[in-house]
């Protein structure tokens, strides 16, 4: 497939025609498992084992998926351990562009060709890359956080569990219903291509977002009082939604900002050790507004809101 094809492989990742205007997400294809010995995690190959130095992370500070994977990064104290490579922030018809220190690269889908040189399909970060057999391991941000949870605590020392055994239940539970309402649920407004398409993730939308705010009126967090992956996998979606989605997707209802109990809670994971650090918001708006052309077709990246997630105690 040549140079000129790859724009086809950069919209893969959707399709509205075949759906009646409506978004559908393609499942990830890469899908082993990065494990403390090497074993064979629920899907995918044996062989990738935890290893200092061994593992190289693609990621856009601009993707809400992607985020969650920097956001564990920082949590389980991997910095020294995984290296991290940010493509560009805007995403025309090559897909993303990378300034890849490992091998040269432009743009990501050569790294995908070199993992498979038969790939055919979307190009997307986070990529979870080894260096030691030079092939992807997972493009999968819901797995590579639960590798990034468990498989080095040996080598670190950080045993802190965001997916504890007892609480997996429950927190399965609230992603199940915060992925496809909230996390896509954005997007299936956003890239709606039918009037009824949109106001139907429109509306799920905000029946979730006001479910959220009356669960943060009772409780902490998302399963409780323990911060956990459910929370995590929110977050990402969430810091981005007055800035981005309110505009740019149209799910113009309410800004979160309107919303007491969620606001109070954004503020307080932004506040957690190193997330702040993750979070950019000139990356960000950058990639939606001038790489959306069809949604936005003039490009313009607009300048506010002017939002501030500290709390006064942490402000410099």
């Known amino acids: 497939m ?24 393609q499942d990830s294809r890469f899908r082993s498992w990065l494990t403390a010995d ?41 910095e020294d351990y995984i290296d991290v490579t940010v493509v560009e922030p805007i995403m025309l018809e090559n897909g993303w562009e990378v300034k ?11 790294l995908y060709l070199k993992a ?16 030691q057999t030079e092939t992807i391991v997972s493009n999968e941000s819901a797995e590579i956080i639960r590798m990034f949870n468990t498989a080095f605590n040996d080598l ?20 199940e219903r915060v992925y496809s309402t909230i996390n896509n649920g954005v997007y299936r407004a956003g890239f709606a291509t039918t009037q009824e398409a949109y106001e139907e993730a429109f509306e799920t939308l905000f029946d979730s977002l006001d479910w959220l705010e009356a669960r943060l009126s009772k409780q902490r967090y998302l399963v409780g009082e323990t911060l956990t992956e459910a929370d995590w996998r ?44 993750t979070v950019n918001f000139d ?9 959306h052309l069809t949604i936005n077709p003039t490009g313009i990246v607009p300048v506010g809101p002017e939002q501030d997630f500290m709390l006064p105690h942490n402000r410099g």
Request: with cysteine; charged share 20%; glycine share 10%.
């Open 234 to 277: 929110l977050f990402t979606t969430l810091i981005r939604f007055d800035a981005v989605y309110f505009g740019h997707f149209k799910t113009n209802k309410r800004m979160l900002s309107d919303y007491s109990a969620i606001s109070g809670y954004v503020r307080e994971l932004y506040q957690v050790s190193g997330v702040a650090d």
């Open 116 to 131: 498979d040189k038969t790939y055919e399909g979307r190009v997307t970060v986070p990529v979870l890359w080894d260096k």
């Open 38 to 78: 090497g074993a064979a995690g629920p899907t995918g190959d044996s062989g990738f084992k935890a290893e200092k130095g061994r593992y190289h992370l693609y990621v856009s500070l601009a993707c809400p998926w992607a985020h969650r994977t920097l956001i564990f990064r920082t949590l389980m104290q991997l």
């Open 283 to 291: 990356h960000i708006k950058t990639h939606y507004y001038a790489s």
């Open 2 to 25: 040549g140079l000129l094809q790859q724009g086809q492989w950069v919209d893969k990742w959707y399709d509205t025609k075949k759906s009646g205007g409506a978004f559908q997400r």
């Open 156 to 175: 670190t020392g950080n045993t802190h569990d965001y997916y504890s055994e007892t609480l997996r239940a429950s927190i399965d539970e609230v992603n």
């Open 100 to 110: 890849d220190p490992l091998y040269g690269f432009d743009y990501m889908y050569q």
